[in-house]
C-alpha cells in the first residue's frame, strides 16, 4: 500500500495547482493498478472525479499542511524486525508490521507541519472508531481497516525523523547522511543538540536496526530538507549503494537551483515510478541504470518537472507501507 497526500488550494501548490493535480493523477493511476493506495486530503471535493471513482484506492479526510508524505507518513517495520519474532511463510503482508509514528517539524522548522504531523495518529484513530465518531463519512472501509489494523501503532514523537532521510537495506543496515540528522532544529536532549552517537543508538533502538551508514555528502542545491538520502542514493536488492548522474541544471523562474534528480524513484509492485525531467538522453540513461537494477519490474517514466517546482519529486511524494 502507498500512501499520497494530495495538493490542494490552501498549500504552496496554489498557483499550479492545475499542473501538479495532472501528475499526482498520473502517479495515482500508476499505483492502484498495481497495489492499494491511500489518498490524505482535507476533503473530497479537492479531488478529481476520477480519484473518487478509482478502484483498489481510499480516502482519508484530515488537515493537512502540505503534500510530502514520505517525511510526515508512518515508518513501517516488517516481520522479525517490527515484532522480534521469526515472519511465518504464511503471514499475510498485513501482518506482523509495525507503524512508527515519528515527529514531522518541517525539515527542522523551516515551514508550518503540525497538520502534518497529526496526519498519522488521526489516521490510527480512525481505523478504529464508530461511526457516531465521524457521522459524515463513518469508518474507513472494511477491507482498509483490515489491512493496516493488522499492524500496531507505537509514537515516537519525541524524536524528529523524516523517511526521505533514510534508506534500510532489509537486514539490520540504515543509511542516512550528517548533512541531514545532524541539522539544526531537530533533536535535542537536555537543551543541547543530540550528538551523532546519540543519535545513532537512537536510530538503532528505534527502528530495530544493527548498524547506521553514515553518508557525507552535500545537500543538492535548492533542497529545503537539509540533504535527505533519497536525493543522493538508494540501496539496491542486492544491497549495495546506487548513485546514479544527476539531471541538467533546473532553475525556478527567479534563476534559483531547483533539487532535480533521477535516485527519488518510487519501487511498487512490478513497478519503479521514475522521474524524468524532460532531457532525453539523461532521463534515458537514468531508466536503463535503473532497469538494470530492477530487471523483473516495468520502468514507468512520471515527468517530475511540476514536483521540482516545490523542490521534490515521486519519492517525497509517497509512503509505502507493506
Not at 534559483?256 to 539523461?282: D, F, M, R
Not at 532497469?291 to 523483473?296: G, S
Request: with cysteine; charged share 25%.
Amino acid at each position: 500500500m502507498v500512501q499520497l497526500t494530495w495538493p490542494h488550494k490552501d498549500t504552496d501548490w496554489a498557483p499550479m495547482l492545475g499542473e501538479i493535480t495532472d501528475t499526482y493523477l498520473q502517479m495515482a493511476r500508476e499505483i492502484a493498478k498495481r497495489e492499494p493506495l491511500l489518498i490524505v486530503v482535507p476533503s473530497r471535493n479537492d479531488l478529481p472525479r476520477e480519484v473518487l471513482e478509482m478502484e483498489n484506492t481510499t480516502v482519508f479526510e484530515c488537515p493537512t499542511n502540505d503534500t510530502w508524505a514520505r517525511d510526515h507518513g508512518f515508518i513501517t517495520l516488517k516481520g522479525s524486525e517490527g515484532t522480534g519474532e521469526e515472519e511465518s511463510e504464511d503471514s499475510s503482508s498485513a501482518q506482523n508490521i509495525v507503524l512508527l509514528d515519528f515527529q514531522f517539524n518541517g525539515w527542522g522548522k523551516k515551514f508550518e507541519a503540525a497538520k502534518d504531523n497529526a496526519i498519522n495518529r488521526r489516521l490510527w484513530e480512525r481505523l478504529f472508531s464508530t461511526p457516531s465518531e465521524f457521522p459524515t463519512f463513518g469508518r474507513l472501509p472494511v477491507a482498509f481497516r483490515e489491512r493496516l489494523g493488522a499492524g500496531s501503532y507505537q509514537a515516537h514523537l519525541d524524536f524528529v525523523l523524516e523517511g526521505g532521510s533514510i534508506e534500510s537495506d532489509g537486514r539490520g543496515t540504515i543509511y542516512t547522511t550528517r548533512c541531514c540528522l545532524m541539522a539544526p532544529n531537530r533533536n535535542y536532549k537536555d537543551g543541547r543538540p543530540m550528538t551523532e552517537q546519540e543519535i545513532e543508538e537512537e536510530l538503532k533502538r528505534r527502528l530495530c536496526a544493527d548498524r547506521i551508514v553514515w553518508l557525507d555528502d552535500e545537500p543538492l542545491p535548492g533542497d529545503d530538507t537539509d540533504g535527505h538520502i533519497d536525493t543522493i542514493a538508494r540501496i539496491t536488492p542486492d544491497g549495495t549503494l546506487l548513485r546514479l548522474p544527476l539531471p541538467d541544471p533546473i532553475f525556478d523562474e527567479d534563476g534559483s537551483p531547483l533539487p532535480a534528480t533521477y535516485a527519488n524513484y518510487l519501487i511498487i509492485n512490478g513497478a519503479v515510478l521514475v522521474p524524468t525531467y524532460n532531457q532525453p538522453e539523461n532521463d534515458k540513461a537514468a531508466l536503463q541504470r535503473i532497469a538494470a537494477v530492477f530487471p523483473d519490474r516495468e520502468m514507468v517514466p512520471i515527468d517530475s518537472r511540476s514536483i521540482i517546482k516545490q523542490h521534490g519529486s515521486i519519492h517525497c511524494c509517497t509512503m509505502q507501507y507493506y
